[in-house]
Every structure is written in structure tokens, then in C-alpha cells.
């Protein structure tokens, strides 16, 4: 069974940091491109990065580029997002995907919450 479940969302203020991580199984996740991609409440998914199987020439959404970094561990199967300087325009559920961008939620995990307020 293809499972991608995501962590690390929290309540955290502006400015602050989080990193969220997506445990990966039931599928070869060393060789595909996976991405991040969130939904703000209201808003339609946004893509947010993406990055190949070799783990360089990762890509970013221009709203999040310089903050976030996308970053995996074939070894493990995680793929992980480091955020920060978050501002609260980043609040959203955001997604894991095994996809090169923005994609069917049918490739989607479940989503981790992140809110960003003081």
C-alpha cells in the first residue's frame, strides 16, 4: 500500500521555524521526484517545492524561495521541508506528493497543519 504521512506541524509565531517530515513506504520514493504542496483555507493548492531523486536541483515557488528548503534521505524514505522566517501567508496544510509538481491529490498524504500567528 503507497502511504506518504506528514509531520511536524504546529502552531509556531512569525518568524519562527518548523520542519515537517514525510515518511514514505509502499513505493520506490528513491526514484521519483517528490514535492511539497499546500492549501491555505479558502485557497487553492499551491505548490511549494520539488526535488529529484538525486537530491539536487531542487526548486522552489518564488513565495517561499531563500526560507524553505527541501531536502530527503533515500536511505530512510523521509523527505523533509525546513521553514523559516515563516510569515502567517504560509499557513496552510501542506502535503507531501510523489509528483514533480503540482498534482492530483491522489498523490497526496494526508497533510500536516501548520499555522503561523501570534
Known amino acids: 500500500e503507497v502511504q506518504l504521512v506528514e509531520s511536524g506541524g504546529d502552531l509556531v509565531q512569525p518568524g519562527g521555524s518548523l520542519r515537517l517530515s514525510c515518511a514514505a513506504s509502499?513505493?520506490?520514493?528513491?526514484?521519483?521526484?517528490v514535492s511539497w504542496i499546500r492549501r491555505a483555507p479558502g485557497k487553492g493548492p499551491e505548490w511549494v517545492s520539488t526535488?529529484?531523486?538525486?537530491?539536487?536541483?531542487?526548486r522552489y515557488a518564488h513565495s517561499v524561495k531563500g526560507r524553505f528548503t527541501i531536502s530527503r534521505d533515500n536511505a530512510k524514505n523521509p523527505l523533509y521541508l525546513q521553514m523559516n522566517s515563516l510569515t502567517p501567508d504560509d499557513a496552510a496544510v501542506y502535503y507531501c506528493?510523489?509528483?514533480?509538481?503540482?498534482?492530483?491529490?491522489?498523490?497526496w498524504g494526508q497533510g500536516t497543519q501548520v499555522t503561523v500567528s501570534s
Open positions: 506528493a510523489r509528483c514533480p509538481s503540482l498534482c492530483s491529490e491522489l498523490y
Open positions: 509502499g513505493f520506490a520514493f528513491s526514484t521519483l521526484t
Open positions: 526535488i529529484p531523486p538525486g537530491g539536487t536541483f531542487t
